[in-house]
């Protein structure tokens, strides 16, 4: 709702983008605002300070005085550092718009693709001291007034999502929703990267960008990262959420920031014998909803009739088929009826996006992180700088409440590796930097990162405690495409020469003399899979001029065996012009760590 006091219709206009309550509203209100004022956001660089000039309103100063102190930060060199990048943002969940507030106060013309067109995620997200210090000088508390009251230290991701998007369109990003990153469009000609999309006329297609972060979630990751997978012991999680009504009953309800068995047995065995629901652990928190996430025994879960039929394997087990979705409202309402010792009034289920009750079932028992944190791709001699936060870079067990936590410490590392990049450093050097950082993350804690919250910046050595930022050397990591210092750059190329020529010496029609231009005609490459895999290729029946063919052989093996994706066409690959070395060395690196893993 507007301010009725307002009278000036660019104030009456601010009031409602400050206090809109959806995505929809939010950039409705936003456009119109920049309307009336006649400011262009698509004038990245001078927006900020226009509509600032622009409207004089005593409610907006407050905001302008936050995000003026942090713009002002040292690490931003005025907006100068980046001035010549173009980053696209995949994602609009809040570490993307974290990430692009980031990459706009760098001064880059910032992108962000997000293929749902609306913010509908009522779970609610921990948040660590520095994230809440972080988000208030944002201005959370003028987006959101309940932001944090009193002892709280959570929001939903909803209403996260919406803030850091009021930010972002100050800042000059482009935000746009209901379209979907589909892959990349490789430099032709005069045109440099750009994204594949659905709908594929959206104009956000003809953007061109040097730097792509990808902050698509838990599921999504981008071409040439791989992923380990954490496996550890079974674990369901159950999250749930009802109406909150904000009355005085409600509000005297304990939350619960987190109750695990081994350190309340008795609440646990209460609860089993009074419902017979056994969990692991639970937490509640009072947000826009109530909200619980618990961590539920399988046993339990199919004696109650919530799961059907057993199953050894968590995706089958877990499967909508497997899982009788009454039985889940039931046991997951007892299980919150319990734990608030029955006060809770008037429980009735909020709506997810669906419209359906919003309680859902999530298997934790493997969780994902990618193996790199960064690299760099180039095309016709154009670089791209490619880098992952949030849930992409590192899963998170919710119940634990680090999404945000560690998804923010990555985006700041992240940004940091921008503004290296930005700053013209050499490549190899920016991600050998970026890796180093990235192996302190999983064992940060709100105990071992610093307390000076007024000083974290984007520079890591201001939020890490111990951080050796060349923990990683740029020439341990041949995946790191760019370009080393010369000595650097010869030991890990001649590493995978020498490995290459190893493997492949003795096959008729072979000479690997380098790691481009010998691979040519596909021969080389199906040798080396012969050596490992002696039963998949009959290399008699290859021919030297038939290298389509013997290319298509070698890169469906890749792909379907070893999941290490084509890096150009066979027809590329076998006729076009020079093949591009970085490429292949990340081609044939991959094949060699693959090879390397699984052979003794
Ligand atoms: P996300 O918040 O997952 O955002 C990723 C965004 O990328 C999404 O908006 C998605 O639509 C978009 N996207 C993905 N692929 C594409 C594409 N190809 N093109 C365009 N856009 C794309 N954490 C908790 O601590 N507690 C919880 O209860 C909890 N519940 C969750 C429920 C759901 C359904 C999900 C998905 C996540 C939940 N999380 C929870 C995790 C938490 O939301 C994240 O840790 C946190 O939001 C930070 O994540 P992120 O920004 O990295 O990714």
Redesign the pocket.
Known sequence: MANQDSTNPSHALFDQFVQAQTCKEVQCTFSELCHHLQVDPRDYQSFYTKLKERLNYWKAKSLWVKLDKRAQHQDYQQGEVCAKNKCLV???????LRTAIELALLGAHVVV????DSFS?N????LWPYTIYDLRGLAAKKFYGKFCTGALDHIS?RQLQLILLKVSLLLGVEVQTG????GFVEPSGDTGWMAKLFPDNHPAGKFQFDVFIS??????VPYGFKRKELRGKLAIGI?CNFINRHTAAEAQVAEISGVARIYNQKFFQDLLTETGIDLENIVYYKDDTH?F?MTAKKKSLLKMGVIKQDFSDAGKLLARVNVDQEALLRYAYDAAQFSTGHCLPDMQFAQNHAGQPDV?MFDFTCMHRAENASLVRERKGKKLLMGL????LVE?F?PL?T??AR?FLAVFDTAWMVRSWGKGRPHMEVLAERESIYQLLSQTTPENTSKKYSTFSIDPATRYQHVNLNSVKAFQNTLILADPPRSRKASAFEVLLKWCQQHTAGYDGVKVKDLNQSWRSGLALCALINTFRPCVIDMSSLEESNAVYNNQLAFNFLERELGIPPIMSASDMSFKGQIDKLSMVHYLTQIHDAFNERTP
């Open positions: 995949l994602g609009a969940g809040p570490c993307g693709l997000e293929k749902r995620r779970n609610v997200l921990h991701i379209v979907e990153f589909k902050a698509g979630g838990g599921s999504f999250t909200y996430v859902a936060v949030g849930d992409c998170p919710w409440g999404g945000i998804g």
